[in-house]
């Protein structure tokens, strides 16, 4: 897959070691799996539940 | 898109003078159908679930969307905060490809959003094209996500003639066919 950021490099690393996409997943994916700057739940960027009185 | 700004003698303002430059076609290559590009686009994202979550998070953020008149390539610039869409002048809808990009663009919004940031590719460029392609997959995995939640819509068919335009084709068959994340990672690099 190429990265469409116009930085041809990126995609020159990726082809010569495929293993950057598991690592950069892998990287990422705490942040990233499954979450987002808004939750389901709120309107505010946050989710009310994990405020503390 | 087109802004103006009127200020107290009555002279309106344009540009990137009247309004900061966040909702403006503030330079000759603004295109002339954007609003309704962007209004179709956004409508046919929010008939999914994941879809409604990206547009909620730009709602909630405010985070500004261009169409401009041209051929390359659209998404989220980290630099201005602001969602680039390409497309030639004679568009008039939004057409697949760009539904598509549009969903790309707002998870790489969300991304940013969420502070997941690529080191300087001068101090490490392997380490930089390493969080580019993750950042990278985590959004085409977003594409696939809202298509297959689409899959029962009107508009799912002409999604998938984006989704090849794109060259997605494999990785979305194998994220469909419930591939594991190596052999999505595999796809990812082959393609």
Do not use: W
Not at chain 2, 2 to 18: D, H, M, P
Not at chain 2, 98 to 127: F, S, T
């Amino acid at each position: 897959m190429t990265y469409s950021g116009g930085n041809a490099s990126v995609d020159f690393a990726l082809r010569n070691n495929p293993g950057i996409v598991k690592t950069g997943a892998l990287a990422v994916e705490g942040s990233l799996d499954g979450n987002y700057s808004v939750t389901p739940d709120s309107e505010y960027g946050f989710n009310p539940a994990t405020l503390e009185a | 898109m087109n802004s103006e700004t009127e200020n107290s003698s009555g002279y309106k303002l344009q540009g990137a003078f009247g309004d900061k430059g966040t909702q403006v076609n503030s330079i000759g290559y603004g295109h002339p159908h954007a609003e309704d590009i962007i209004k179709e686009a956004k409508e046919i994202i929010a008939e999914s679930s994941t879809g409604k979550l990206l547009i909620k998070v730009h709602n909630v953020h405010n985070i500004p969307i261009q169409v401009i008149k041209g051929t390359g390539d659209s998404g989220f610039n980290t630099d201005s905060r602001i969602i680039y869409l390409q497309a030639p002048g004679k568009t008039k809808r939004a057409e697949p490809k760009l539904v598509l990009q549009l969903i790309k663009a707002l998870r790489e919004a969300d991304q940013d959003i969420m502070g997941v940031k690529a080191p300087n590719p001068e101090e490490d460029l392997m380490a930089y094209a390493t969080v580019i392609h993750g950042k990278n997959l985590d959004s085409i995995i977003h594409i696939c996500k809202v298509v297959k939640e689409l899959t029962n819509s009107s508009s799912f068919s002409i999604l998938l003639e984006g989704i090849a335009d794109l060259g997605y084709s494999k990785f979305y068959k194998a994220y469909i066919n419930d591939a594991t994340k190596d052999e999505l990672f595999d796809v990812y690099a082959e393609t």
